[in-house]
């Protein structure tokens, strides 16, 4: 079992920026591929960005490609979501994720993920 905790989250102005923190309770990031997904209201949990367990492998949604920069801190037990430019489209609720097994891929799709976050709000005002 591993327990995520995502923070970092709050409100913010558009344009402004927000850093997203994932971490592991008794267990270190650095061996699990790690995603960040978002949940806007009435809308379905969609993809943000990815990162192997490696590092060399990342992946970004087209919508926020350029604005968003996912990482992984030098400890290696927490990963990072550095958000810039923000939009009033980015408003959602931000969920990390951890696939079941150690290792993994920079992986978009929802279904290689087992472990999640309970989410942090971000709320970007116009």
């Known amino acids: ?6 923070s970092g989250g ?6 402004g920026s927000l850093r997203l ?5 008794g ?3 650095g061996s699990y591929a790690v995603g960040w997904f978002r949940q806007a209201p009435g809308k379905e949990r969609e993809f943000v960005a990815a990162i192997s367990w490696t ?3 990342i992946n970004y949604a087209d919508s926020v490609k350029g604005r968003f920069i996912i990482s992984r801190v030098n400890a290696r037990n927490t990963v990072n979501l550095q958000m810039n430019s923000l939009k009033p489209e980015d408003t959602a609720v ?4 951890v696939p079941g097994g150690l290792g993994g891929s920079a992986w ?3 279904a290689m ?4 976050g309970q989410g942090t709000q971000v709320t970007v005002s116009s």
């Open 1 to 6: 079992q591993v327990q995520l905790v995502e």
């Open 27 to 29: 267990r270190t990031l």
């Open 94 to 97: 931000y969920y990390c994720a």
């Open 108 to 110: 978009s799709s929802e």
């Open 55 to 57: 590092g060399g492998s």
């Open 10 to 15: 709050g409100l913010v102005q558009a344009g």
């Open 113 to 116: 993920y087992t472990y999640w």
């Open 21 to 25: 923190a994932c971490a592991a309770s």
